[in-house]
T-cell receptor
Framework: NAGVTQTPKFRVLKTGQSMTLLCAQD?????MYWYRQDPGMGLRLIHY???????AKGEVPDGYNVSRLKKQNFLLGLESAAPSQTSVYFC????????????FGPGTRLTVL | GENVEQHPSTLSVQEGDSAVIKCTYS??????FPWYKQELGKRPQLIID?????GEKKDQRIAVTLNKTAKHFSLHITETQPEDSAVYFC????????????FGIGTKLQVIP
């Protein structure tokens, strides 16, 4: 099992450009999450999904959109990138049972110039 | 919503000494408290967790305690080793409905050989 994978690993964008980050999991997890990690701020939830075809806003959703067309994939989109979106992005997934471990992907380091 | 406070933000200990990281939470409905370890440049990974019906849990050199009345929980690492150097995140999960997870800001632990 590959677990949780993320594409790409690194990306540099110019302000105003768009991009999509792909997260894939092969553990048949219902729940998937997108976090951003910034120095001194821990992991902050951007958007999450409780199942195929569902999405919901997390703590810091502005400037991002997501889609979950297939159970195993969760896409994070930046329509018009801003320097404030420079961060490390982690995808995670978990079972739906109460109190389940989250499995994280390796992360995507995004720089917006 | 839930608020998780974690301290200290940095911690240096001599190899062989113990390390303690403390977290407090605000939502009395939170009932699952995982701890994640993130080594430099790697993804966060679960190292231990505790549920609200348990007061203490141990796994070799790692232990977690939970005080529901005071709404705080702590991570204890004994006989620290250089490979324990990492950032540790606590989290609180409200398992009612979707699993809303709130992370602390992290503690950077340095074990000095």
């Amino acid at each position: 099992n590959a677990g949780v994978t993320q594409t790409p690993k690194f990306r540099v964008l110019k302000t105003g450009q768009s991009m999509t980050l792909l997260c894939a999991q092969d553990m048949n997890h219902e729940y998937m999450y997108w976090y951003r990690q910034d120095p001194g701020m821990g992991l902050r939830l951007i958007h999450y999904s409780v199942g195929e075809g569902t999405t919901a806003k997390g703590e810091v959703p502005d400037g991002y959109n997501v889609s979950r067309l297939k159970k195993q994939n969760f896409l994070l989109g930046l329509e018009s990138a801003a320097p404030s979106q420079t961060s490390v992005y982690f995808c995670a997934s978990s079972y739906s049972e109460q109190g389940s471990e989250q499995f994280f992907g390796p992360g995507t380091r995004l720089t917006v110039l | 919503g839930e608020n998780v406070e974690q301290h200290p933000s940095t911690l240096s200990v001599q190899e062989g000494d113990s390390a303690v990281i403390k977290c407090t939470y605000s939502d009395s409905a939170s009932n699952y408290f995982p701890w994640y370890k993130q080594e430099l440049g790697k993804r966060p990974q679960l190292i231990i967790d505790i549920r609200s019906n348990v007061g203490e849990k141990k796994d070799q050199r790692i232990a977690v305690t939970l005080n529901k009345t005071a709404k705080h929980f702590s991570l204890h690492i004994t006989e620290t080793q250089p490979e324990d150097s990492a950032v540790y995140f606590c989290a609180a999960t409200n398992s009612g409905g979707y699993q809303k997870v709130t992370f602390g800001i992290g503690t950077k632990l340095q074990v000095i050989p």
